[in-house]
């Protein structure tokens, strides 16, 4: 391999993936239409794109839009990787912290403590 080969070859993966921050951030985060139009835009010029519409799916994540604002979830990445490794049947087990814990770095009673040799 040539270094004009790798040094293309980089250009493009760095193009992919600031593609790909920029639908994420655009498509999920952005709360600004102009901004989303804008990107858009640009992904045209640069890749010739189609646009298919709000995402529902971006990656493994959930993407739900209401009049309260837009959840994330992966809940269906969990149960495809379930459903693939064959334990979609398996029954969930209790944790050993109680649910709704809310834990501190600041106060309340320490957990245990790590011993640095048992690391």
Do not use: H, W
């Amino acid at each position: 391999m040539t270094i004009a080969y790798l040094s293309r070859a980089l250009e493009m993966i760095l193009l992919l993936c600031s593609f790909i921050l920029m639908m994420f951030y655009s498509l999920v985060t952005s709360p600004s239409s102009e901004l989303i139009i804008e990107v858009k835009m640009y992904l045209d010029n640069v890749l010739t794109i189609k646009d298919l519409g709000l995402a529902r799916y971006f990656f493994g994540l959930q993407i739900a839009r209401s009049a309260s604002g837009t959840s994330l979830n992966q809940v269906k990445y969990i149960q495809d990787i379930l459903k693939d490794t064959g334990l979609s049947a398996v029954r969930a087990a209790t944790t050993p912290l109680p649910q709704g814990m809310k834990l501190s770095v600041v106060g309340g009673a320490v957990l245990f403590v790590l011993n640095p040799t048992d690391i």
